[in-house]
């Protein structure tokens, strides 16, 4: 085996697992990171990152697996049914209008500067809305209702755009609507769940002509190790947000987002 693509696979694998549920972006930080190590093909990076993306998602149902177990195994509770609908409404902006410009947008925005120019804008607008979140009504995810869905959805859609970040615009964009910090996280996570399925599975199918024996140990440890981070990430997130705000993250976007470009240009 080859030492240092080892090496590469573990970074890229902590890149995913660290950056999915944080509001900075995971995409955008794939597309940096494997620039800069020059990991794999074109292609090859895309499968790999597919694959990293769904042991990203799988540390979200383990991490809530007692919810998730109920929700799926008690769908005769009002509580469970109206999750269920929140989710599949606040699903569906992204898929329609992803499937209807993805390529559009793969090919005119997944690069390092345009990502680094989306964090660092994302980074402003965090820090302004958190001068001016309004009044918390939603305390309970179990309390949403299918208009705050809607509104997440769409905020959701946002992340179309490489460096805008899923988990910023659902979570910043929840909270905009009403939703307590918590509430808003919590969602965020459970709308991970259908959201990246339905993508890998999308993007699996798409690239199947891709998929080579030769490869499955580097996407193994992808795997895992994204699965590993992403967990570490998702208990550390909810402990934090108790007390914090967002701003750090805001900064780090910024800053983050300034280095690409000087490193860039």
Do not use: C
């Not at 659902?170 to 769940?193: D, K, Q």
């Not at 193994?220 to 934090?240: Q, W």
């Amino acid at each position: 085996m080859d030492l240092l693509l080892i090496l590469k696979t573990i970074i890229m694998g902590i890149v995913e697992g660290a950056t999915e549920f944080l509001p900075i972006s995971s995409t955008g930080h794939l597309i940096i990171a494997g620039d800069v190590l020059g990991f794999l093909t074109k292609d090859k990076r895309d499968v790999f990152e597919i694959i990293i993306q769904l042991g990203a998602i799988l540390a979200v149902v383990w991490q809530y697996r007692t919810k998730v177990l109920h929700v799926t195994t008690n769908l005769s509770e009002p509580k469970s049914q109206q999750l269920i609908l929140n989710l599949f409404i606040a699903f569906l902006p992204l898929a329609i209008i992803g499937l209807a410009f993805h390529h559009q947008i793969k090919a005119l925005l997944f690069n390092p500067k345009s990502v680094a120019i989306a964090l660092i804008i994302g980074g402003f607008i965090i820090l302004w809305i958190e001068k001016k979140l309004p009044k918390v009504s939603v305390t309970s995810v179990d309390d949403m209702d299918w208009k705050h869905a809607v509104k997440i959805g769409f905020a959701q859609a946002i992340a179309l755009i490489p460096g805008a970040s899923r988990a910023a615009s659902t979570i910043i964009g929840g909270m905009v609507f009403g939703l307590s910090r918590t509430v808003a996280t919590e969602f965020s996570f459970f709308l991970a769940i259908p959201v990246m399925f339905a993508a890998t599975a999308y993007d699996l199918y798409k690239s199947k002509d891709l998929l080579a024996s030769d490869d499955v140990w580097i996407f193994l440890i992808g795997f895992i190790t994204a699965f590993i981070a992403a967990l570490v990430v998702i208990k550390v997130l909810i402990r934090y947000i108790a007390n914090h705000n967002f701003a750090i993250f805001a900064w780090y976007r910024i800053a983050f987002g300034a280095l690409v470009l000087f490193y860039y240009w």
